[in-house]
């Protein structure tokens, strides 16, 4: 099965930046979306940012302005840019992808998630 691959976590201070990747472990057909999600602790897993197969995004209204998702098929990985940082973005982060199978079955894969710690 398709494992995703995350890297780029850390510890920055408020209004810093930090850039996160995400590659598969193999090649993916049938993608949807893809997208990033986070949890930090006591609160329920929320999807950050997303990009459709139309390159369209959505992103979390607290993250606008700040977060950049984007997509190099090329090297097959997508990133998360992520500037002018506050402590509230603090959480584990998770890459997803939702792809379709043949028989037309929705499967989402998951990163292993990474750890952004953000400080005051």
């Known amino acids: 099965q398709v494992q995703l691959v995350e890297s780029g976590g850390g510890l920055v201070q408020a209004g810093g930046s930090l850039r996160l990747s995400c590659a598969p472990s193999k090649s993916i057909s049938g993608i949807r979306t893809m997208g990033w999600s986070r949890q930090a602790p006591g609160n329920q897993r929320e999807v950050v940012a997303s990009?459709?197969?139309?390159?369209?995004?959505n992103y979390l209204d607290s993250v606008k302005g700040r977060f950049t998702i984007s997509r190099d098929d090329a090297r097959n990985t997508m990133f998360l840019q992520m500037d002018r940082m506050k402590p509230e973005d603090t959480a584990v982060y998770y890459c997803?992808?939702?792809?379709?199978?043949?028989?037309?079955?929705?499967?989402?894969?998951w990163g292993q998630g990474t750890q952004v710690t953000v400080s005051s």
């Open positions: 990009i459709a197969v139309g390159d369209s995004t």
């Open positions: 997803y992808a939702d792809v379709r199978s043949v028989r037309g079955v929705i499967y989402t894969y």
